[in-house]
């Protein structure tokens, strides 16, 4: 009995870990935000990049969700979450990107 838990917390912990980590996922690339602040939006593997400015984050992936997590910066302990319209698009409630090519 005890194995059985043992094994079942393992495979939970690997199902949620496996979901969290440095992938952008969807979100990989370069991304031009349109709407109130217009940039260039950069998303590499742990990192975001925008305006030359470099931030440590965690991605999740949610179905066709993203979420931003941010562990440093201005935006440390806030999380964004980005809804993939398609593959060029994503929309939070700030800011939608469209993938530059």
């Known amino acids: 009995m005890k194995t059985l838990r043992v094994t079942s917390v393992f495979c939970l912990v690997l199902i949620v870990s496996s979901c ?20 260039k939006v950069t998303y590499r593997a ?12 965690s991605y999740e992936s949610r179905g066709k969700d993203v979420i931003v997590s941010y562990k440093d910066g201005m935006m440390k302990g806030t999380s964004i979450r980005y809804t993939m319209v398609n593959a060029d698009t994503a929309r939070s ?6 993938r530059r090519k």
Do not use: F, K, Y
């Open 93 to 98: 409630e700030l800011v939608t990107l469209v």
């Open 46 to 57: 742990g990192e975001e990049e925008a305006m030359g400015i470099i931030t440590n984050v």
């Open 20 to 39: 969290t980590g440095s992938d952008p996922g969807a979100l990989a690339g370069n991304w031009q935000a349109a709407g109130i602040l217009p940039m």
